[in-house]
């Protein structure tokens, strides 16, 4: 299993969540719960629209790790 390193920032109205290491998979919740959550959508949809996606991310082989910005 790899981990994935997220971090989340609260905004005015949610809060955002992105991955550190991979440019173009973020999201966005009205919680922490449910941006993580809808990161897990938004990493569905990097590893469909971008062929050289790695297996083990592609095979959902992966714990998503959180901790909030500074």
């Known amino acids: 299993m ?3 390193k997220a971090k989340i920032s609260k905004g ?3 809060y ?3 991955i550190e290491n ?3 998979i973020f999201s966005a919740g ?3 719960e449910d941006a993580t959550e809808n990161l897990k959508h938004a990493i569905e949809l990097y590893c469909e ?3 050289d996606a790695p297996n083990w991310l592609r095979n ?3 714990i998503i ?3 909030m910005a500074e």
Request: net charge negative; no cysteine.
């Open 60 to 62: 959902n082989e992966f």
């Open 22 to 24: 991979f440019d173009g």
């Open 65 to 67: 790790q959180t901790e």
């Open 16 to 18: 955002g969540i992105w």
């Open 49 to 51: 629209f971008n062929a």
């Open 30 to 32: 009205e919680s922490k």
């Open 12 to 14: 005015p109205d949610d």
């Open 2 to 4: 790899k981990i994935l």
